[in-house]
């Protein structure tokens, strides 16, 4: 990428005006995203004085750093180790891909480091790095915490149905002497007439 053509991309972008639709300031239900005006009496489209500018050509970026960034490199996807091989340093910048996982794009961004690549989406790798596992370390205390819990309920709802029998064995009892003094009382009721 020649720097010339970055300085002129810059100096082009400082000078180009927001293009919004016509009369999008005034009404309400206009939004503000561009329409070519074809109307016959549009000020727009006659260019007049003071009015919006229309979108032209000559607002464009230099053709040969068209869709790069403001380093001048071009973004290339990467989903995997073989997608960076084929990385070139000097004209292209990875951008790791969303659907990519975490300790996978940890992989990806230490081999990006070590080759030397800059990566797009990322401001500080090192930054990022210790955040992801970080991550990763509390999720694994969170998954053995609920692990140790689980266990334990288990060991608990044994213990309970080891003191089951002899509750029943207790209500059994009580339902036993229950019925023996109904049916002593019945004995003593015939007794009495």
């Known amino acids: 990428m020649s720097e010339s ?11 180009r005006p927001s293009f919004h639709r016509e009369d999008s300031h005034k009404v309400k ?11 016959s009496h549009s000020k727009v489209r006659h260019q007049l004085k003071g009015y919006v500018k229309r ?19 071009f973004p290339v996807k990467v989903n995997n180790v ?20 975490k300790k996978k ?35 694994k205390e969170k998954k053995d915490a609920a692990k140790k819990k689980k266990e334990s309920k288990v060991k608990e709802k044994k213990k309970s149905e080891e003191k089951k029998p002899k509750l029943d064995k207790k209500v059994e009892d009580e339902d036993k002497k229950k019925e023996e ?13």
């Not at 053509?5 to 000078?15: D, S």
């Not at 239900?29 to 109307?39: A, E, F, L, T």
């Not at 109904?182 to 009721?189: G, Q, V």
Request: glycine letters at 6%; hydrophobic letters at 35%.
């Open 29 to 39: 239900s206009v939004k503000r995203n561009w329409r070519k005006p074809v109307g």
């Open 82 to 101: 073989s997608d960076l091989n084929k990385v070139d340093k000097t004209r292209q910048g990875v951008v790791i891909a969303s659907n990519v996982g």
């Open 55 to 73: 979108v032209e050509p000559g607002y464009r970026s230099p053709r040969i750093i068209r869709g790069t960034n403001k380093d001048g490199l």
């Open 105 to 139: 794009a940890v992989v990806l961004l230490n081999k990006a480091k070590e080759m030397g690549l800059s990566v797009l989406n990322v401001k500080d790798i090192d930054l990022f790095i210790r955040k992801i596992d970080e991550f990763i370390k509390s999720r």
């Open 5 to 15: 053509a970055l300085k002129i991309r810059k100096k082009l972008r400082k000078k």
């Open 181 to 193: 003094k109904r049916e002593l009382d019945k004995t003593l009721s015939k007794r009495q007439r």
